[in-house]
């Protein structure tokens, strides 16, 4: 019954402009005739978020875990939406204190920027990606209930495969993969409060060729990031091989040993030009 009635919420907002409460994203009225907007929530805190990025391969498997509390003296009943890029649909659960909760996954353009000022919050815009301009960025939206006593305290957790952006899957020189995650728009419940970010990384693309994020490294492969805050933009990471890695992968490249055809004719030739002057100087001492 649930589930019915979330997909009758999400087809009205294809229609109507409605706010959602949302922990993913944020802001005021749209002025998009076709979209679901956010506003910000006054009734509910993030106590905690710890979020689990685990790679292997070209994929990651993400588990985002709340702590929320119900910060009034009513039962609160609330839809929740969770915008992540390249879910993988067939591997999304949600849960809360343990028990499942029905979930929709649905596709849409995203339209929005990331500053993060809950005073002021910009726009954010769903729209169906078929009527979207081609060059907006495509999101998933993973929509479900939350249900909270008076003052309650609950464990929210939300994992799904995420699908690495970059090259993953290239075999030479050029392999990286691409994490990105929606941070900022968990600033519009009524708190934020203490982040930890767990990201372990394969054996094939061990280490951080970038993050906008300092992270500190805990063990091999095994890297944290934590604040007492929210950050102020969204997480973007870059991860590559490590130097030996990315030797042998340009050795395999094809293109390498065309390359070095000229580079090895330019040797022969000074060879041959070493080898000459050495046995004219040696012709010489002779005589």
Do not use: C
């Not at 679901?36 to 689990?52: A, G, M, P, Y």
């Not at 009034?72 to 839809?79: G, R």
């Not at 910009?122 to 479900?144: C, G, M």
């Not at 995420?162 to 392999?175: C, E």
């Amino acid at each position: 019954m649930k589930k019915i009635i979330i997909l009758f919420l999400l087809l009205v907002s294809l229609v109507y402009p409605q706010n959602i409460y949302a922990n993913m994203a944020a802001p005021e009225e749209s002025d998009v005739g076709t979209s679901i907007t956010f506003e910000n929530n006054d009734d509910l805190s993030v106590v905690n978020e710890v979020l689990d990025i685990t790679v292997k391969g070209d994929q990651a498997n993400i588990i985002a875990t709340y702590k929320m509390r119900n910060m009034t003296s009513n039962v609160i009943s609330t839809l929740s939406m969770f915008l992540s890029p390249n879910v993988e649909n067939a591997n999304v659960q949600v849960s809360q204190n343990n028990i499942p909760v029905e979930f929709t996954v649905e596709h849409y353009a995203l339209n929005y920027t990331t500053e993060i000022d809950t005073n002021d919050w910009q726009y954010v815009v769903l729209t169906d990606p078929s009527i979207a301009d081609t060059n907006e960025k495509n999101v998933d939206a993973i929509s479900f209930q939350l249900n909270f006593e008076p003052h309650e305290e609950s464990l929210i957790v939300v994992s799904y495969t995420y699908q690495l952006g970059g090259y993953p899957n290239y075999p030479y020189h050029a392999k990286r993969g691409e994490i990105e995650y929606y941070l900022s728009p968990a600033a519009l419940w009524k708190d934020f409060k203490d982040l930890t970010i767990n990201l372990y990384l394969d054996s094939e693309m061990p280490i951080i060729k970038s993050s906008n994020l300092e992270f500190t490294k805990i063990s091999e492969r095994y890297y944290q990031y934590k604040s007492d805050t929210l950050p102020s933009e969204n997480l973007k990471i870059v991860i590559d091989e490590n130097w030996i890695q990315s030797i042998i992968s340009s050795l395999r490249n094809p293109y390498s040993y065309i390359l070095l055809i000229p580079i090895i004719g330019i040797l022969a030739i000074i060879f041959v030009i070493i080898v000459t002057i050495y046995l004219y100087r040696k012709s010489k001492r002779n005589k």
